[in-house]
């Protein structure tokens, strides 16, 4: 089975110039977790709402005042449309993360995928996902 038959498609996107607040009410609005950090058509970066609540409010930064480039996560786990769900499971295993973005083979974003939507296909892989995921303290 192809990432594409079970990702979600028509990803919302933020751009590095917004404001931590716009990114949270962005996610509040439309009831997720993360946003995938877009400059013009280039994918640079992604933001949580862990990451506002770890590097804005836990820090006592203001919100209104700080970019989303300023606290979004760098490095972006990727998968293509056209790769095999075993293959975008494996990458959230080993990386230890529950979402990819999902890119095109012209890199362009294309989709969303997460544990949900494998969890819909197959509950095993997607259990060995969050197994992985389960964070050790």
């Not at 997460?114 to 509950?123: E, F, L, R, W, Y």
């Amino acid at each position: 089975m192809k990432v594409q038959e079970v990702m979600t498609p028509k990803v919302e996107t933020i751009a590095p110039s917004n404001t931590a607040k716009e990114a949270a009410r962005k996610m509040h609005d439309l009831h997720i977790g993360s946003l995938p950090v877009v400059d013009g058509d280039q994918l640079v970066g992604i933001i949580t709402d862990r990451d506002i609540c770890v590097r804005v409010t836990a820090t006592g930064r203001d919100a209104t005042m700080t970019r989303v480039k300023e606290v979004m996560g760098k490095a972006v786990e990727t998968c293509f449309e056209d790769q095999d769900i075993n293959d975008a499971a494996k990458r959230m295993i080993d990386h230890h993360i529950r979402r990819l973005v999902v890119l095109n083979r012209d890199n362009g974003i294309s989709g969303f995928l997460s544990v949900d939507n494998i969890a819909s296909k197959s509950h095993e892989l997607a259990s060995s996902i969050l197994e992985a995921t389960i964070p050790i303290h």
